[in-house]
């Protein structure tokens, strides 16, 4: 994909190349860490699971640092190179500001079925290539975001390459990664996932907006599948479900955009959850109760704007009544010189005593 903001952009490129594929650990195959502008970052290939069937690549912040306090504004672009014919390399272009609660953004780049075919010119000789260009700047233009896109082209994709080796694959620490302490267990326990656990297909079409986000939170928190494995199927359907509403709802749902029903209804949900459903779910706990307390920061808010309006307002009279001093001030000085002036060399008299004359 060729976007004309992109060579407006000071992008820096890290190329990973992924030897020896089929005998990587493909649950936890992630790059090396390296530096873009003084911060540190890996690539995250999508775990290649049984109950995943696509491709999808994370940009993930590397550094340790505190769950909250901290933020990166980040313009980048990932992509898969197609090493048979560039023009077909495909790439995703976003902007995303990461903080503690969004250390990694990906999407979906192609099925694995496309990926594992040589032919297609993804995976040759057991190679795969991926690109990462960052840029870290608040200052850079703005990039529009498809979250959501189908591929696209960028026929100047891998012509310059900084390639790293991908030996180094040694597991993100979880408050690196900011996953939970299971993240650095194994998660070889593969052997029940999401799909076996629960009938995904039998959900509507509203909650199968669930599906990927429930899977990417099963990968970084497998006690989550492990919790529910004595469960019923049916008690197995509600638990996700309801998690899967809970994770929908923070995802999509904007700030400005909170109604005290939305809050209600959160913390019905919410509430459900953390009583019934068996979930440790501390690692959701703090986002959850941050959306719960949007009703009285958007009070604060709209406090602070009257007050703010008020400031505005009492300044603009200020400033009017202040031009309207000085510009009596300056008549005053006009009027003060004219008296001066007239009164020099006058003599009063009494204007009531008679006039009168002299006999001498």
């Not at 629960?198 to 919790?227: K, R, T």
């Amino acid at each position: 994909m060729v976007n004309d903001l992109t060579t407006s952009v000071d992008f820096e490129k890290f190329t990973w190349r992924i030897e020896d594929f089929s005998k990587q650990n493909l649950m936890k195959l992630r790059s090396k860490p390296f530096k873009i502008r003084g911060c540190t970052w890996r690539i995250l290939v999508y775990p290649l699971r049984r109950d995943v069937n696509h491709f999808s690549v994370y940009l993930m912040v590397a550094d340790s640092l505190p769950p909250y306090g901290w933020s990166r504004n980040t313009f980048f672009k990932l992509a898969l190179i197609n090493q048979v014919d560039r023009k077909k390399s495909i790439a995703k272009e976003t902007q995303q500001k990461f903080n503690g609660g969004y250390r990694s953004w990906g999407s979906f780049f192609l099925n694995l079925s496309d990926f594992h075919d040589h032919k297609q010119g993804y995976l040759v000789r057991n190679t795969c290539i991926i690109e990462a260009h960052i840029c870290v700047s608040d200052l850079a233009p703005k990039i529009q975001v498809h979250p959501n896109c189908s591929p696209t082209h960028d026929s100047q994709l891998g012509d310059q390459a900084t390639e790293s080796s991908s030996d180094d694959r040694d597991t993100i620490s979880p408050r690196t990664s900011g996953s939970s302490a299971a993240e650095g267990e194994a998660r070889g326990s593969n052997s029940l996932t999401l799909r076996e656990l629960i009938d995904l297909e039998s959900l509507g079409a509203e909650e199968e907006a669930f599906i990927p986000l429930l899977e990417e939170v099963c990968i970084w928190h497998p006690n989550l599948i492990q919790c529910q494995r004595e469960r019923t199927p049916r008690f197995r359907q509600w638990a996700f479900t309801s998690l899967g509403q809970v994770l929908h709802f923070l995802k999509t749902k904007k700030a400005k955009d909170m109604s005290e029903e939305d809050i209600k209804h959160l913390h019905g949900l919410w509430k459900e959850l953390v009583r019934s459903s068996g979930f440790d779910l501390a690692w959701l706990e703090p986002y959850v109760q941050s959306a719960l307390g949007l009703k009285d920061y958007m009070e604060r808010a709209k406090q602070l704007k009257k007050l703010k309006d008020n400031v505005v307002a009492v300044e603009i009279r200020m400033q009017r009544l202040r031009g309207e001093l000085a510009a009596a001030e300056r008549e005053f000085e006009v009027a003060r010189k004219g008296l001066s002036e007239v009164r020099r060399g006058f003599q009063e008299m009494d204007l009531n005593a008679a006039i009168g004359y002299a006999m001498f």
